[in-house]
């Protein structure tokens, strides 16, 4: 069977913590296939917080590597789930 991993990232203190997380996904680069960020900014108005789902297909371990990275972070919020596909 095979399975999908999504990782979906909640930023409370986006515009903080945007810089460190874009350096971990830069360096888990090569393991995430689609990234999609959200945040409700309107012109020169940012929300200071964000939502980044991934999806990932490295291995289990990098997978969980990248999850516990994020999560290290202040304002950071972690889920990492695995969807089964027939």
Do not use: W
């Amino acid at each position: 069977m095979m399975k999908k991993a999504i990782l979906i990232v909640q930023l409370n203190t986006r515009t903080v913590s945007a810089v460190n997380v874009q350096k971990i996904l830069t360096q888990y680069g090569c393991i995430i296939k689609t990234r999609l960020g959200i945040h409700d900014g309107v012109l020169n108005v940012c929300s200071d917080h964000g939502l980044v789902i991934l999806e990932i297909v490295g291995s289990k371990k990098e997978n969980n590597g990248l999850a516990k990275k994020l999560g290290a972070l202040k304002g950071i919020k972690v889920k990492l789930v695995e969807l089964p596909f027939n």
